[in-house]
């Protein structure tokens, strides 16, 4: 009777332990393997759109209007048909997915999320973005939101950038595979390595004004401030994507808002 108890507590304790990682692994969402700084994240920023419920926020066009100003990372004319606003994270996954310039860790998410240049379906929406602002047909505003935690230095390095008006150089280096592990594994939002921010967008932007406008302190209120919109237009993850009023939240594809583009350039 004795070894049969014990056999039963034995497993008891292996049934537990199991209920308790699948449980774990249930509530953190997926992990992709590039490093340990890939982790989880929440549903929230996953892109697969039959899955995604997210609470609609209630937004006007004035409020996006509103956005189009000197102070944000705005382009383009607020009084364009389409008025896109992405909320980002420069340390999010997703983030990068969308913005499609790191294909290594598009494959690395799934194949869902393989960029037709890689042989896959999915278009990455910021470039599709950027073009119809580049063709005066849509204005285009960027707004961080902390969806991972390590973008903060990253978000005051494009606002830097815009001042020479390079936002765009620095964005698309910033979203490479090489600007996805500086930002999570070097910087990781650490203001003693402004130095190795500087120099990893020297290509771009003269990296001695960018460590100057970064020790100076003059974007530090930046991540806030655009959290504090992120609220108003009812952030609940990164990225998040509004086309006029209309909110898409993840790393939708462009086909899948491209309807509304469409839609609203009649």
């Known amino acids: ?26 509530t953190s969402g997926y992990f992709y393997g590039k490093n340990s700084n890939v982790s989880t994240t929440t549903p929230t920023t996953q892109a697969p759109v039959a899955q995604q419920q997210p609470a609609k926020p209630t937004v006007n066009i004035d409020q996006v209007k509103a956005l189009f100003n000197d102070q944000n990372l705005a382009f383009g004319n607020k009084d364009s048909k389409v008025l896109f606003v992405e909320f980002s994270d420069p340390s999010c996954p997703y983030c990068h997915a969308a913005a499609g310039k790191n294909g290594t860790l598009n494959k690395q998410m799934g194949p869902q999320f393989i960029l037709k240049a890689d042989g896959g379906t999915y278009v990455a929406p910021v470039p599709e973005m950027k073009k119809l602002v580049d063709a005066g047909k849509a204005g285009f505003v960027w707004v961080y939101a902390n969806g ?41 939002n650490d203001k003693t390595k ?33 959290m504090a919109i992120a609220s108003q237009f009812g952030f609940n993850g990164t990225p998040s994507f509004f086309v006029n009023t209309q909110n898409f939240a993840g790393a939708y594809s462009y086909t899948d808002l491209q309807s509304v583009v469409d839609e609203a350039l009649k």
């Open 1 to 26: 009777m004795k070894e049969n108890n014990e056999v039963k507590i034995s497993f008891g304790g292996v049934l537990l332990a199991v209920l308790t990682i699948v449980g774990l692994v249930g």
């Open 194 to 226: 402004s130095g190795d921010m500087a120099q990893f967008l020297k290509g771009v932007v003269d990296s001695s004004f960018i460590k100057s406008c970064l020790d100076s302190g003059k974007y530090d209120d930046r991540p806030a401030t655009d």
């Open 148 to 188: 991972h935690g390590n973008g903060e230095m990253a978000t005051k390095a494009l606002y830097c950038a815009k001042e020479k008006g390079k936002f765009w150089q620095a964005h698309d280096l910033l979203m490479t595979d090489s600007g996805y592990t500086l930002i999570n594994t070097t910087v990781k």
